[in-house]
Nanobody, 124 residues
Framework: QVQLVESGGGSVQSGDSLKLSCEVTGRAFGGYAMAWFRQAPGKDYEFLAA????????FYADSVKGRFTISRDNAKNTAYLLMNNLRPEDMALYYC?????????????????WGQGTQVTVSS
């Protein structure tokens, strides 16, 4: 059974950085595209970033492009999201997700596996 476990969330000040981690257990990491989404109270899932299997091509939402960086370490079965210059509007529950799909990986509907979420709180 595939499990995704996020870590690295916390409470920070505006302008600070955080690095989230997502460890995949239960089966091989290979073949999965990985993504990060977030959900603020009362809102839908928001796509942030995705990274393909293999070459590891990244994709970003316009709202985080230039501030957030997605990466993966296949040897450690772990994906990461480095978040710089955090703003109060970045405050949300952050989820990692995995899929074997190749197309449409910015859509949460494409993802079969999800972590439990890690909270990011940003104060001004």
């Amino acid at each position: 059974q595939v499990q995704l476990v996020e870590s690295g969330g916390g409470s920070v000040q505006s302008g600070d950085s955080l690095k989230l981690s997502c460890e995949v257990t239960g089966r091989a990491f290979g073949g999965y595209a990985m993504a990060w989404f977030r959900q603020a109270p009362g809102k839908d899932y928001e796509f942030l970033a995705a990274i393909t299997w293999g070459i590891g091509t990244p994709f970003y939402a316009d709202s985080v492009k230039g501030r957030f960086t997605i990466s993966r370490d296949n040897a450690k079965n772990t994906a990461y999201l480095l978040m710089n210059n955090l703003r109060p509007e970045d405050m949300a529950l952050y989820y990692c997700a995995g899929t074997t799909e190749v197309y449409g990986i910015t859509s949460p509907a494409k993802y079969d596996y999800w972590g439990q979420g890690t909270q990011v709180t940003v104060s001004s």
